[in-house]
Each structure stands twice: as structure tokens, then as C-alpha cells.
């Protein structure tokens, strides 16, 4: 059964950072391509980052580049998304999500993801 379990979301101000972790289970990790998407009331999720397998190969929502950065640690089955200059915009529930199994390219599609985290709160006072 794969799991994907997010972690550090919370309340901080306009420009502060945050760093957010997936641990993720069941899967055979290294050879999945990884997302970070998010979810603000009243809006469609949107893509954030994704991640290559072997995380040579990153990208970015234009909203987030250069202030956010996705990396992964394929000996901790983790995933990792750290957010620095934060704007009250990037509030919302921010999900983390796996392709399937070989599937080892990321992706800005929902769609191309077979399994997703809970999500985590993160809220942006100005």
C-alpha cells in the first residue's frame, strides 16, 4: 500500500521560509517521478514542482521559481519542498504526490500522478 505522508506546513509571515517533507512508503521510491501541488479555497490545485527520479531533472511553477526548491533523499524515501520568501498568495494545502512505479520523469499534470499525500496547511500572514 503506498503511503505518502506530508509534514512542516503552519502559520508564518510574509517572507519568512518554511520546509516541507514527504515520506513516502510502498513505492519503489527511486524510481518515481515526484510532484508538489497546491490547493488555495476556492481554486483548482495547481502544480508547484516536480521532480525527476534520480533528481537531475526539476521544475517550476513560474510563481515559485526562484524561491522555491524541490529536492529528494531516495536513501529516506523523501521528497522535499523548501520555500523561502514566502507571500500570503502561497497560502494553501500543499499535497505531495507520486507517479507510479518506473514512471521516473515529473510532471506539471494532476493527472500524471497516481498517488497523493493527505496535505499540509501552510498559511502566509502579511
Known amino acids: 500500500q503506498v503511503q505518502l505522508v506530508e509534514s512542516g506546513g503552519g502559520l508564518v509571515q510574509a517572507g519568512d521560509s518554511l520546509r516541507l517533507s514527504c515520506a513516502a512508503s510502498?513505492?519503489?521510491?527511486?524510481?518515481?517521478?515526484m510532484g508538489w501541488f497546491r490547493q488555495a479555497p476556492g481554486k483548482e490545485r495547481e502544480f508547484v514542482a516536480s521532480?525527476?527520479?534520480?533528481?537531475?531533472?526539476?521544475n517550476y511553477a513560474d510563481s515559485v521559481k526562484g524561491r522555491f526548491t524541490i529536492s529528494r533523499d531516495n536513501f529516506k524515501n523523501t521528497v522535499f519542498l523548501q520555500m523561502n520568501s514566502l507571500k500570503p498568495e502561497d497560502t494553501a494545502v500543499y499535497y505531495c504526490?507520486?507517479?507510479?512505479?518506473?514512471?521516473?520523469?515529473?510532471?506539471?499534470?494532476?493527472?500524471?500522478?497516481?498517488?497523493w499525500g493527505q496535505g499540509t496547511q501552510v498559511t502566509v500572514s502579511s
Open positions: 510502498g513505492l519503489i521510491f527511486s524510481r518515481n517521478g
Open positions: 521532480i525527476s527520479a534520480s533528481g537531475t531533472s526539476r
Open positions: 504526490s507520486a507517479r507510479s512505479n518506473f514512471q521516473d520523469w515529473g510532471s506539471p499534470e494532476p493527472s500524471a500522478y497516481n498517488y
